[in-house]
């Protein structure tokens, strides 16, 4: 108990001075909290989102990828698997399939459509010329050969005709018994998206950037379009690529092919990147086409461990206008252009940087020996005085009643000694005389 009565007594003699320490203390928690955000902001900065609208001199054509409905030739299917074969995807197709005779890649190869098969003629170009496309092949498992059509060129003119003109063709007359028989109607499947990634019929996540339009046969379409660009900044939490060549879309069919060939010791032809063997009987193939077939129906993005693209490009269509061709062919002829040279940005900005955080360093530090602060002191140690007055009073008076006691006792201590010293000397004073007498 004696350790908390000096301590209530030193409270109690100043009181004003645990005032200042608690204050300070506080005060240096409170910096000290404010400090670490600060360096923790500077190290991860805070992302924030600008978007404007950039009137350029030149706009940027997207890729068009063109997939033909039905994808695969039936008669050549039956021919060469040896048995009923509508489309790969079905069981009866490897039945009978000769494996040790026939390579996979002939059999998909023969039973798709070549490029004039799908585009008619030369009657395609960008801004009325062939020589600006760049066409690339690529097959897929579902949707057959498709074909990608890259801009070699930057347009400056914002027009139906300086845009893409393309006019389709298809050996299905609308109307006809082969038509009656398809699972699906027979026509073109019309993908838009950014010429640096790849075309994939997967659903990975970075596939709904592509816009889809879907042409039936002896129809005129005129397909408008607009731009937003879109800049990313990496950072621990969500990295991306910047290099011109990355497709996160790529990435992720890779991943899905990766992991199809481990499970099942194997690949198709449509599996281009993976260093496997073609399957090469029909269980495994059977297998394969099982699991493709899982990951390509699933509804939810399929998710790899790719980076994001720093820079990206969204196209949204507009059927500007949609109406019957009447050639007389089978033949639908497709317009895609820009009605404006506007584009929408959108940017991530860093909302933190250096100059922020000597300004909040800065502003920290006042905070804590700022004259508010010392205000704040002066404040307390009235609203101490003025309801803990009685207290300080009675304390300050018991102090002086001590000290007065303590002068006292010195004032009587004295006086004992002067007496004494006063009898020590009158007897040394007669001790003196007897001896001299003697």
């Known amino acids: 108990m004696g ?22 203390f506080v005060c240096s928690v409170i910096v000290i909290v404010q400090l670490s ?38 008669d050549v299917l039956n021919s060469l698997s040896g048995g009923i074969c509508p489309h790969p995807k079905y069981i009866t197709c490897w039945n009978n399939f000769p494996f040790n005779d026939l390579e996979l890649d002939d059999f998909f190869m023969n039973s798709t459509f070549d490029l004039e098969e799908t585009i008619l003629g030369e009657q395609y170009g960008l801004d009325g010329l062939t020589k600006n496309l760049e066409i690339k092949s690529s097959l897929h498992f579902y949707m057959g050969r498709c074909y990608t059509l890259n801009p070699k060129i930057e347009l400056k003119r914002t027009t139906r005709t300086s845009g893409y003109s393309l006019m389709l063709t298809h050996h299905i007359i609308p109307g006809s018994t082969m038509e009656m028989m398809l699972e699906k109607n027979p026509g073109w499947h019309v993908y838009i998206h950014d010429h640096r990634h790849e075309f994939t019929e997967l659903n990975v996540k970075g596939a709904a950037r592509s816009e889809y339009i ?5 129809e005129e379409i005129e397909i408008k379009l607009q731009s937003q660009q879109f800049k990313n900044i990496e950072s621990k939490e969500t990295p991306c690529s910047a290099t011109l060549s990355y497709s996160d879309m790529k990435c992720a069919e890779l991943c899905v092919f990766d992991d199809l060939a481990t499970k099942n010791n194997c690949t198709g032809p449509w599996m281009t990147g993976i260093s496997q063997q073609p ?7 059977r297998a394969l086409i099982k699991d493709y ?15 994001r693209p720093c820079n990206a490009r969204i196209y949204s269509t507009f059927i500007q206008s949609r109406k019957q061709l009447n050639s007389g062919q089978q033949y639908t002829q497709v317009w895609i252009y820009y009605s404006t040279k506007l584009v929408s940005m959108v940017e991530e900005r860093p909302s ?24 704040l002191i002066g404040i307390l140690e009235h609203l101490t005085l003025f ?20 002068e006292r006792q010195s004032q009587k201590s004295d006086a004992t000694d002067i007496t004494d010293t006063t009898l020590e000397i009158a007897t040394i004073s007669r001790e003196k005389k007897t001896y001299i007498d003697e």
Request: glycine share 6%; proline share 5%; with cysteine.
């Open 37 to 74: 955000e600060c360096f923790t902001k500077l190290n991860s900065p805070p992302i924030s989102t600008h978007s404007y609208f950039s009137l350029n001199d030149t706009v940027e054509m997207p890729a068009v990828t063109i997939c033909r409905e039905p994808p695969y030739k039936e």
């Open 293 to 307: 077939g899982i990951y390509y129906e699933s509804d939810d993005d399929i998710e790899c461990d790719c980076k």
């Open 352 to 375: 933190y940087d250096t100059t922020q955080f000597i300004a909040d360093i800065g502003g920290s530090l006042g905070f804590l020996l700022g004259l508010s602060v010392l205000g």
């Open 214 to 218: 879907f042409a039936e046969i002896d």
């Open 279 to 285: 399957c090469d009987n029909n269980k495994s193939m």
């Open 387 to 406: 309801f803990c007055g009685g207290l300080i009073k009675k304390q300050l008076k018991h102090e002086k009643q001590l000290q007065d006691d303590a």
């Open 3 to 24: 350790y908390w009565l000096e301590l209530l007594d030193w409270i109690l003699r100043d009181p004003g001075k645990l005032i200042r320490y608690l204050v300070l």
